[in-house]
């Protein structure tokens, strides 16, 4: 078996934001010269998120309102944040996008639904975060 690894590191802008990776992703499998296998994606910071779902600007808007509906604040309802942090929130979030997803290979290149695309979601953002790529097969 080979694998190959490589990060991608984000910055944003903006708290909470997604960004579409999916051919970031698919040009690190294509790098790694592996045809059939597989490609974990990983945050590897507690409060970002890996997920796939439809690249639409609408819905990225509803997973923020439906994200805050489900980790409402004020930020001092949260024991996290009464230890003296203010995150709390960014932490719950992740947990219900998830930390991470596995897309088969096949043929050298990612093998995704007609609609699906591989998304980076910041919930703490405006400082540098990794994300893994493993690619084996």
């Not at 944003?12 to 597989?38: A, C, H, L, M, Y």
């Not at 509906?69 to 709390?88: C, I, Q, R």
Request: proline share 4%; charged share 25%; with cysteine.
């Amino acid at each position: 078996m080979k694998t190959y690894t490589e990060y991608l590191t984000f910055s944003t802008k903006k708290k909470v934001e997604f960004i579409n990776i999916t051919e970031r992703i698919s040009s690190v499998v294509k790098k790694s010269g592996i045809k059939d296998g597989i490609c974990l994606i990983n945050a590897m910071h507690i409060t970002a998120s890996v997920f796939v779902n439809d690249e639409e600007p609408g819905l990225k808007n509803d997973f923020k309102a439906w994200l805050a509906k489900l980790v409402p604040g004020p930020l001092e309802t949260y024991h996290h944040n009464l230890s003296g942090e203010d995150n709390a929130q960014a932490h719950l979030m992740r947990t219900i996008m998830g930390r991470e997803v596995l897309v088969a290979i096949t043929a050298g290149s990612l093998d995704l639904g007609p609609w699906e695309q591989i998304f980076y979601g910041e919930f703490d953002g405006c400082r540098p975060k990794r994300v893994l790529i493993k690619v084996c097969g």
